[in-house]
């Protein structure tokens, strides 16, 4: 959704997305009646298209529309491979589980701060996103098609990722407080 000030709307002048701003007058209702309120009409110009496209996701990184939406996928290719999953966190699945379950399951974890529960959490993804864009994986169908079907191409990306976390020395660290140095072993 495109949003602006109310200055803006009324003045196409001051909004670049907006070609023309037009009062339709009073008309009947269906009942027979004449309505009340006037209705605004607006022209939005294709730059406004692209952009209420890129603010929604529907632009690619190469600035053309999708053609596809997210009910064209299937549910099992919005999954990651599983190698990638070791560096999280299991969630109880079980409706009412005691609050303290995951100190039960990951007390390392359970143990550190907040703060650094949010940092490797930063961490581990920026490595991710960077692994995949060094490696030209963009969406979710070539995502998906590296990461889970290709499993030779899936282990040698495990396989950088592993040696990117090894490199980054505060991450190492994270790990270990986390609980989570098997995953780079």
């Known amino acids: 959704m495109l ?22 007058p009073p008309r009947a209702n269906s009942l027979g009646g004449n309505s009340s309120n006037s209705a605004d009409t607006v022209t939005i110009s294709s730059e406004g298209r692209r952009a209420a496209d890129a603010l929604r996701g529907d632009i690619s990184a190469t600035g053309d529309a999708r053609q596809t939406s997210a009910a064209d996928y299937p549910l099992e290719m919005y999954q990651i491979p599983a190698w990638f999953a070791e560096y ?32 490797y959490a930063e961490l581990v993804r920026g490595h991710y996103r960077a692994m995949l864009a ?13 990461l889970v079907l290709d499993q030779s191409r899936s282990e040698s990306l495990r396989q950088e990722m592993m040696e990117r976390v090894r490199g980054d020395t505060r991450l190492a660290e994270l790990m270990h407080i986390m609980g989570k140095s098997s995953v780079i072993m």
Not at 8 to 22: E, K, M, Q
């Open 134 to 146: 060094e490696n030209d994986i963009t969406g979710l169908e070539s995502h998906y098609n590296a």
């Open 3 to 24: 949003t602006g000030n109310l200055q803006s709307i009324g003045n196409p002048s001051a909004t670049p997305y907006v070609n023309s701003v037009h009062t339709v």
């Open 88 to 119: 999280g966190f299991q969630v109880s699945t079980q409706l009412g589980a005691k609050g303290d379950w995951f100190a039960e399951r990951y007390p390392q974890a359970a143990a550190a701060s907040t703060a650094e529960r949010r940092e």
